[in-house]
């Protein structure tokens, strides 16, 4: 039976986590940086809603359009990101709007602020799709092709999709190690930390060799680090 595709164009952060094989304080990292935006449900909440004008010479001030109540899937700040999945819950004052514009929490009268948890955690299904297409590609196109695929039921001995999704990211966040030993050994240490069967370094040295001569140090910048952008051409 075909299932159709899910309509639900949000994940939550286990979704995510799920997806990528990371845990939440990794997603809390790139969240901080800025490279992955958070949202958050907000279900009528009161706000001052208004835009930031330039002045001349640096002055912004405020210019409120008015307070309402705010419904609907709101942006965090990277700060309330980060703080949300390492607090499990916090107190958002703001939320990030487009452009110039600004959005206030501001409890009116007798009216409780706005506390979230990390639970409330969602992320948008574009807004993924759109970080794993910007990180990733250079890596893809040059990960070798599985040479066969299990029969249905049966498990892959080694944990290979989760094992690529960490090389990526070490790539895209470290930049190229020294040496393909200094990439081996760090690949079979994340091996170890996930308490699952490792395989020895001499499988993983093959499994890195083809993406280790694509992006060899001499092709970086001259001081042995390369971003996975500069070689994605």
Not at 59 to 75: A, L, V
Not at 123 to 131: G, H, K, S, T, Y
Not at 223 to 230: I, K, L, P, Y
């Amino acid at each position: 039976m075909i299932m159709a595709p899910s309509p639900i164009q949000y994940l939550t952060l286990a979704d995510l986590c799920e997806r990528w094989h990371v845990k939440p304080p990794q997603i809390a990292a790139v969240a901080l940086e800025g490279k992955l935006r958070l949202s958050i449900p907000v279900p009528g909440v009161y706000a001052e809603i208004g835009y930031y004008e330039d002045f001349g010479d640096g002055d912004w001030q405020r210019i409120p359009e008015g307070r309402r109540h705010i419904t609907g899937i709101f942006n965090l700040f990277p700060r309330d990101a980060w703080a949300l999945i390492k607090n499990k819950t916090v107190l958002i004052t703001d939320l990030s709007a487009e452009g110039d514009g600004y959005i206030d929490l501001e409890a009116a009268d007798r009216e409780p602020e706005f506390h979230a948890s990390a639970d409330d955690i969602l992320i948008r299904r574009d807004e993924v799709e759109r970080f794993e297409a910007e990180s990733v590609p250079a890596v893809q196109a040059v990960m070798p092709e599985p040479a066969g695929r299990a029969g249905p039921g049966v498990s892959p001995k080694f944990d290979w999709d989760g094992f690529w999704v960490e090389v990526c990211r070490r790539v895209h966040d470290d930049g190229i190690p020294t040496t393909q030993a200094e990439m081996v050994r760090a690949m079979q240490d994340w091996f170890d930390t996930q308490g699952t069967t490792a395989p020895d370094q001499s499988t993983i040295k093959k499994k890195v060799s083809r993406l280790w001569k694509a992006l060899h140090p001499s092709r970086t910048n001259g001081r042995g680090v390369a971003r996975v952008t500069e070689v994605a051409t």
